[in-house]
């Protein structure tokens, strides 16, 4: 099972722009240096007191240029909000900068607030995703092509450069509602799962669904799954629930309300579902949350926590969101991703 760190290169209250880049590199370094199979980028954007990660591509760049082992992937690349030509040109940049380390995780995004700034009615957005994907997917084939869509036309294009990895750089699809899950084990890609709204025996039977859909449609093995996880390591146990308390309790709260903002809006489905989400982060007690939403503990206990869920949902990757309420200091990130690396993923590998 490989792991990786979910990135969003967070701004802690009185940090500069350029002292969140400094932190977030120093973590990639530390990664790069303590063996962790990856690291995944965040897309966020015209969020200054969450995140500088608004250019995942350009800081993909960066982080493909200063390691050698480590890959770099996009958590996800929201397609609707870029031109696909440049997105496909862009993706085949960093594939040729790290020398086939790059990984595509692809996605729609659940929240509508960037396509409200960036003049994109989030109802099209569904449409939007598949256009664009079918583009790129074209594009990355080096041949001549044209394209006529609803949304897009492209009248003889020809990529360059082209990926490294042939016939493309792997491709990861986000899934987060239930009917989503099936849709896309039927078209045969890997996929991004979460806790973030929804429990583990809930993402259970999802990923039930995914797989049989994957089978259905002929694909060869049974599919594979990704689940970012909010994932704390400490010394001690009690360091372990006690250190990211205020954190967590603060990323859940967050959540909630994105939940509840977005319910309603014009495109998005499953309105009821998304308040009865939020509803449910909202009275989250941190022992439900240390239940069915996060891995906290020591290394010991972490082992245990990673084999009952790879056993219980069939994991491939794991990928740990280390410091996802953005309250917990940079050292005690970088202490928990020193034990996560030296402690547990070895009994995985």
């Known amino acids: 099972m490989d792991f990786g760190m979910f990135m969003e290169f967070g701004r802690q209250q009185g940090l500069s722009d350029a002292q969140a880049f400094w932190e977030g590199f120093d973590l990639v370094d530390a990664a790069e240096s303590w063996g962790l199979d ?6 966020l954007h015209l969020n200054p007191a969450r995140s500088v990660l608004s250019s995942p591509v350009m800081t993909a760049c960066a982080i493909a240029a200063r390691t050698k082992r480590l890959r770099v992937g996009m958590a996800v690349y929201v397609l609707p909000l870029n031109h696909p030509l440049r997105i496909a040109e862009e993706a085949a940049t960093i594939d040729q900068i790290s020398e086939g380390r790059f990984d595509m995780g692809i996605g729609r995004s659940g929240f509508a607030r960037a396509y409200d700034c960036y003049g994109i009615p989030y109802s099209e957005s569904r449409e939007r995703f598949r256009e664009a994907l079918d583009i790129i997917l074209e594009a990355w084939k080096g041949e001549p092509f044209s394209y006529q869509g609803q949304y897009y036309r492209i009248d003889n294009a020809t ?35 979460g806790l973030r709204g929804m429990d583990i025996p809930e993402l259970k039977a999802n990923l039930v669904e995914y797989r049989k859909a994957w089978s ?7 599919g594979n ?6 994932v704390y390591a400490g010394e001690t146990q009690e360091e372990a629930l006690e250190e990211p308390f205020e954190s967590i309790n603060a990323y859940f709260g967050r959540m909630g309300s994105l939940y509840r903002e977005s319910a309603g809006r014009a495109g998005i489905d499953a309105t009821e579902l998304r308040q009865g989400r939020a509803d ?3 009275t989250l007690s941190y022992e439900q949350m240390l239940e069915t939403k996060v891995a906290f503990g020591t290394g010991k206990s972490l082992v245990e926590r990673f084999a009952m869920l790879k056993g219980e949902l ?12 953005g309250l917990i200091p940079p050292d005690r990130v970088k202490r928990s991703l020193k034990i996560l690396t030296h402690q547990v993923m070895p009994d995985f590998k």
């Open 38 to 43: 990856g690291a995944w980028l965040a897309e």
């Open 159 to 193: 990529l360059a450069p082209l990926p490294c990895q042939q016939p493309h750089p792997p491709l990861r699809v986000a899934a987060t509602t239930a009917e989503s899950f099936p849709r896309i084990g039927a078209q045969g890609y890997p996929i991004f799962v």
């Open 216 to 222: 259905a449609a002929g694909h060869p093995g049974q």
């Open 225 to 230: 799954v990704a689940l970012r996880i909010p």
């Open 280 to 282: 449910r982060l909202g």
């Open 314 to 325: 069939g994991l491939d990757n794991v990928v740990a969101e280390l410091n996802p309420g």
